[in-house]
């Protein structure tokens, strides 16, 4: 039998790792400027066409290379960061495989310019498909610039796979975000189509976040700083309030190198559980720093997963170290049984005494009864209704048969019959006076007695039923009304919000608001739906109705009207805590019921529950 086994060309061995190391046009431009920061460069510009497809360049004013490590750096397993086993475990730097360069040329047509302080001339290098087409002396800046052309050229399956250009983009904006975050004190500078979308100088990390987001982040951040012996950490979280409905925001690094963690992510989480909604995350930026001895980075091609020999111990002190900063900064309720801290800012006579507050009691007050109370905030005038929503109790025809009521009211096969039911209950006449009777639970239910027994509705989750098919709606006939400001209000985006914004910018139009585009990741707000209240903070609607729309979108794929629908109804719905006057409770009924589907949120989770009075007398057995 002949010998079977051969030994791959350089040229197919470098495309097969390529597969690994360089998945899109993203994975490029992490490998070049990490190459750049491992350089010791202090200024790295980067410089993208047709969302990396064309061209993907990245120069620096590092340290550059010899004429021989220029030739070098495109071989297989070539590198200066390591030279044998151990040093695996003290690495410093971002690179260290030696495959970047090799895999990067086996699938695209690479340009390198490259100079050392010594050298009076530098180096140029062209390579395509792995073959060497030139090298030659030239004319360079000190430093290095690598032009990567026609991405995945020789492989048109890969490149076929690629998706948009949003999506690209959106990938490529990441990658250098982490990378700038982990390097504040070099200044960055992006190129997209021959247009600056970012400028970075050195700083801080509170100046390169404020930097790369916007100015209100300036507000939001909350310092982290924790130095055991196993971990030393420092960074930032936000503020409970700006938690986000995706992850978009979260990032750890480990010696200055992002990675990806979710049993690090639950430490932050847990931190703040009962601060945030269940289905919201919180936003960080945590740097740790630990013994290079302690961690194994090479156990993912991308280098974004981690080993950790303490990983328990480093859980236990990231929540701690979070959980104490947000308590110092008065996030987290704290109890001091040793003074009352209250009456810290109000000054006292000790010579006078003090005379208590006389509290006056109004004997006849009813709390039950339909006056609304002076000073609310909430409105029911806000609510969608038809004409006949007032009435709404006789929008639903007479139970056909008795003793329905105790059966499962929401058991899909009987839903006829459980809309019955809810109609029967609230038609009868004689119910109808105590029918209009409503008692709210601790800012979240509205109760209210009805012939089959008891009725909670969630106040949020109808809400945003009756605020999702009043935008659908207005989506479909485009006449929303508007409220013009008096002032136009500025809103600055991140990138990738920038480039969802631009695609469902004429629906987010049709629903009222009008928003122009205004510079770099700015955007002005001339108007605003009309049912909007005036002293919304548009920055934190718009952030939220991107956020939601963007979960949905990740979870079940939408039309984008259907999406944007959801979106602002989640985020314009009124929120548990909120206490409702009896008016209000009244015109958040109405509203619900005369809904196309009054029982569901668009989500398909229940608006409302039926206890029967068979259920209620089960308790009391």
Known sequence: MSDIIKLLPDSVANQIAAGEVVQRPASVVKELLENAIDAGATDIKLIIKDAGRTLVQVSDNGKGMSETDARMCFERHATSKISNAKDLFALTTMGFRGEALASIASVARVELKTRTQENSLGTEIIIEGSKLESQQACQAPKGTSIAVKNLFFNTPARRNFLKSDNVEKTHIHNELIRVALAHPHIAFSYYYNNQLNIQADAGNLNQRIVNLFNNSYKSRLIPVNEETEIVKLNGFVLKPEYARKTRGEQYFFVNNRYIRSPYLNHAVEYAFSELIPDDAYPSFFIFMEIDPAQIDVNVH??????????????????RAAVKRSLGRFNIVPTLDFERETAFDDMRFDKDKPVTPPVIEVNPDYNPFGTSTPQGSSWSGKNLTSRANAKNWETLFPPLEKEGQENKNLFDDEKEPERQTIISSDWGSSAAQAQAKKFMHLQGRYILSSIKSGLMLIDQ???????????????????????????????????????QLMNEIKHDIVSLGFDINEFGKNTFVVNAIPADLPENE??????????????????????????????????????KHGKVMNEEEMNALADALFSCEMPYQTPSGKPTLTILSMEEIMDKFR
């Open 537 to 574: 903070n548009l920055q934190q609607v718009i952030e939220s109705i991107l956020e939601n729309f963007k979960k949905n979108s990740a979870e079940i794929k939408l039309d984008t009207r259907v999406n944007l629908a959801r979106a602002l109804a989640k985020s314009l719905s009124v």
């Open 301 to 318: 091609p991308t280098k974004t997963e981690i080993k950790f020999q303490d990983e328990k111990f480093i859980y236990q002190i990231l």
């Open 460 to 498: 949020q989750r109808a809400h945003e039923r009756i605020l999702f098919e009043k935008h659908l709606k207005l989506l479909e006939t485009q006449k929303a009304s508007s409220q013009t400001l008096l002032y136009p209000e500025q809103i600055k985006l991140m990138e990738a919000d920038v």
